[in-house]
């Protein structure tokens, strides 16, 4: 079966986002004050051939785990859906 993973990292709430606070002072620029605390992070999409949807979440966690993110500054989460 071929299934779909939408994965989002973002960077831990204790850790420093430097790029975020750049876009939270440009937001303050352009008259949007109101926007604050903004985190940046990134998605990722892959399709996955997996026999069943507990092997499919099992592979994409080891994706995560092992590649995808660093866990120590990051987090993660994904959905999963057969495509």
């Not at 750049?22 to 892959?46: F, P």
Request: aromatic letters at 4%; charged letters at 25%.
């Amino acid at each position: 079966m071929k299934f779909q993973a939408e994965i989002d990292v973002m960077p831990k709430k204790e850790i420093l986002d430097p790029q975020g606070k750049a876009v939270t002072g440009s937001m303050k620029n352009l008259g949007l004050s109101e926007i604050q605390n903004v985190r940046i992070g990134k998605h990722i999409s892959l399709e996955i051939e997996a026999e069943n949807t507990e092997a499919a979440h099992a592979k994409v966690e080891q994706a995560c785990k092992n590649l995808l993110a660093n866990l120590i500054m990051e987090s993660y989460s994904f959905e999963l859906r057969q495509a």
